[in-house]
């Protein structure tokens, strides 16, 4: 039976309470500071009108893996101070309609991108905030650059002055095996270190986006900054994640 907007609005309320005191526990857990994590909303394939029973709810920001769905959204809801995180891999020729509304962007794998979304960025007069996407599991189904061509690649990134570099991005594996997922994580925080040391003045490592509703505690563990939290939130999807992402599940 479909819910009434109330009966909506309390199951996101707790569901999102649920999702902040697991955080929290985490942090606890490994002497962190609750508030030194961020709580990024992940709203594929849930439906605007429900995105504004969520804002109520207390989201105020939201993160989208596709471009199109994500545009859509935020001229649907642009009566609503929502921040705008486009999280999912983006094509160059997209990148135009990115720098037109969105607020950050976690998936930065390649120069050419980062060429031509600055140059949108300065036809709008804006800035955004950008992370770089790892791919820490080596599976040929996700994005992001190849942990040994990270420093390379970073080593470019100040001639691009409208984009704010903050932080690395990374999916993990999806296993069932916590081991290789922390391993993925570890990972991360190792390169974390190593940038911090050896990255270009102006550009910021501090920020680590990782984890998701199967995985958001070890990330905590090991290190992240930002996790991303879909159905943990909204209920689980109508598809399997093999639809989001090829090869996987
Ligand atoms: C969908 C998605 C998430 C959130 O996944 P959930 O399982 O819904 O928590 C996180 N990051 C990216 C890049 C995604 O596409």
Redesign the pocket.
Known sequence: MELNEEQQLNEIKTNLEKVKKQIAEACIRIGREPSSVRLLP?T?TVPAERLRIAYAAGCHEM?E?KIQEAREKSELLSDLNIRWAV??HLQRNKAKYLARFANEF??LDSLKLAEELDKRLQNEGRAIDVYVQVNSSGEASKFGLAPENVRDFVMQLPSFSSLRIKGL?T?AIFSTDHDRVRACFVRMREIQTMLRQEAPDGLSFDELSMG???D?EIAIEEGATVV?????I?GK?PLP?SH??PGVG
Do not use: C, E, H, P
């Open positions: 992940v594929k993160g893996n999280i999912g976690q998936a991005m999916l998701m509703s199967g958001y991303r939290v879909g159905q943990a909204f999807r994640d989001y992402w």
